[in-house]
């Protein structure tokens, strides 16, 4: 038998701080100050009017928003013309990533081509965006703002049909609609006034089941799609569409009984009695899993139907037992708190924030550092937005250290809907696709929904598990039936994969925080040749925990955990025999985080970003430095060559490398 090598922590007792000077020289104005004044003059004035103009009851406090729109060299958020806006008595309250032809660009090969850029959404009584146009009229105009004023392309009023997300339903019938808006927990007066005009058009916001994230407020409402577009004139009205339905992620095959599968139930308790991970889904309605798990309900959640019962005893049985026919051991590594938030109404009277609130307040006890949702709202994720449920489910994540397992979704095969689900753009979570088989040989399961993610978070899913599909169907021990039956879909690769995280916690005396069990998640999982990101993600996780914490016998894994404080820099070195080895080294390397989120700046999603150097050799070279995940981060790249290489702001990168011997 091979000899294997085990993890080994404590890799952050080698870093040194480091003092890092980078260069940076001026940056290239695309207009000077005479043309901005010329060209967006106008526009502040135009939009003066257009505000002024508006009906009272379509404000909030006597404001309006409109859209002011960096050239797209500017378009990090160290960019935003903050004290301009506060010099005029502005203030932005949110930002989103926009695609335009600038006037200029400042790179000759992008002359007259789409360039991505930061449009930010500005809010103040109309007499203030008077005064921004007053600052930019004057002759004595102080250099910083006039700096900030050639950052600008364009200022507009925001057309408010550009704020409906998707086609609106036909007909006079009442529809549910989803609605946010550029409001944060002190700026209630907003939500009031507009729930005041929804009044007056007599459409129905329901403030009971209101959840704030950030500087967003998202509401439920009840309107036809005519009053629907009336509410969108509402000033702070950021986004709306129509209230997804739940996927409530039925097997993507027929259930089938597997005959010649037995499965006898464990007979001890978990291995960590006194921790718990929490499962939202259908139900358990029985007592055979008892001894590992509790079961919560809900005033309306307790008539319940047999199929949301299957379907949550099967995956909270996985995350239990795992599969029946694996080689992984069979007694739970942690006991379960199943939330049944659903009902046999939740998939025909789509109301996903009943169910968000219930997740959000059991995840907010700050009891659970390990979820999973095999649910959440069936629609594909939009890139320029955040959904409510992303928004909600990474902030918790990062404020409470949780490490939540999301399904994908299982639209994979469907033509124009088969990009990921939310919350699985997550970037604090880990987004689990399906794979067709646990063997050698294996690849995306057709069902499984694909990449890419939302900037940032552009590799979706982070990885794969084997679901299942019809050749070869996952199989789960099912409590009600008391049977093994053949399944499949992401909903059970998700809490798959949830297990072999909560197991490589558990089998070790290694204090591993969920950040760094993401990350070693991530590290070992497997890839094949020709495998796209965007179906696989950085790969296939592995099943058995032992194998997360085992390398082969020429190797070594090592975990560095630490805080790094913002504009700090942290030296890790890599730990190596002093000797020279013939043929060739691989290194393999995976940095993880977890950030805070300001869901309202959809472009500048993340609050952290990471910015790694790699420098090869030792001593008199250590100021050399290479690239190892991309772009070399000592080179001068643009914002959006970072944010296009997954560099930066994402919260995960991940890559091999192999090096030639110096022999």
Known sequence: MTEKNLLLSGGEKLHKTADIVRGNGAKKMPYSFDEVRRQILPEIRDVALKIEGTEPIKKARGEGVFELT???????????????????????????????KPRTSTKRSKNDQLEATTTIFVAGQPSAIKNLGDILASDK???????????????????????????????????????????????????????????????????????????????????TSEQLRKLAEFSFL????????????????????????????PTEKAIIDGERVAIFDGGLGSTDLEQWANEFTYHDTTAT????????????STFLFGRPSSDSPKRPYMGVDHFRVLSPTSGRDPDLFDVLHRVKNALETGRYRFANLSLGPH????????????????????????????????????????????????????AVGSCDSPNAKWKRAEYSCIGPGRSPGLVKPDGVAFGGDEKNPFDVFNPLSNSVVGVAGTSYSSPLALRTAVGTAVSTEHELSTIALKALMIHQAETLPRQKKTEVGWGRFKENPIHILECGPASATIIFNGLLA???????????????????????????????????????????????????????????TTEFFGIGPMKRASERELRDSAHKWETVQHRSRLFKSAA
């Not at 139907?305 to 299957?310: H, M, N, T, V």
């Open 70 to 100: 960096l050239h797209p060299a500017f378009l990090a958020r160290t960019y935003y013309p903050s004290s301009l806006l506060r010099k005029a008595g502005l203030r932005d309250v949110g930002s989103k990533e926009k695609f335009i």
């Open 141 to 223: 105009t102080p250099e910083v703002y006039k700096k900030q004023f050639r950052e600008i392309e364009s200022i507009s009023i925001i057309n408010p049909l550009d704020k409906i997300k998707g086609e609106l339903p036909e007909g006079l019938g009442s529809f549910s609609f989803e609605v946010a808006l550029h409001a944060d927990g002190e700026e209630e007066d907003v939500v009031i006034s507009f729930n005041r005009f929804a009044k007056s058009i007599e459409a129905y916001v329901d403030l009971s089941r209101k959840i704030r994230v950030g500087g967003l407020t998202f509401l439920p409402v009840e309107a």
């Open 238 to 265: 950021r986004v709306a569409r129509l209230m997804p339905i739940l996927r409530i992620a039925d097997p993507a095959i027929t259930r089938i009984t597997l005959k010649d599968s037995l499965f006898n139930l």
């Open 305 to 316: 139907a047999g199929s949301l019962l299957s379907h949550g005893n099967e995956v909270t």
């Open 379 to 430: 629609m594909p994720i939009c890139d320029d937005e955040v959904h409510t449920w992303t928004a909600t489910l990474d902030q918790l994540s990062a404020v409470y250290g949780i490490l939540i397992t999301v399904a994908v979704g299982n639209d994979g095969d469907v033509a124009g809907a088969n990009r990921i689900q939310p919350p699985g753009d997550m970037v604090n979570a880990l």
């Open 566 to 624: 913002k504009g700090e820099y942290r030296r890790c070195p890599i730990p190596f025999p002093d000797l020279i080895l013939p043929g060739e080294l691989e290194i393999k390397a995976t940095f993880c985080i977890s950030a805070n989120t300001d869901p309202e700046h959809s472009g500048n999603y993340t609050r952290s970003g990471m910015g790694i150097s790699f420098r090869p050799k030792l001593g008199l070279d250590i100021s050399e």
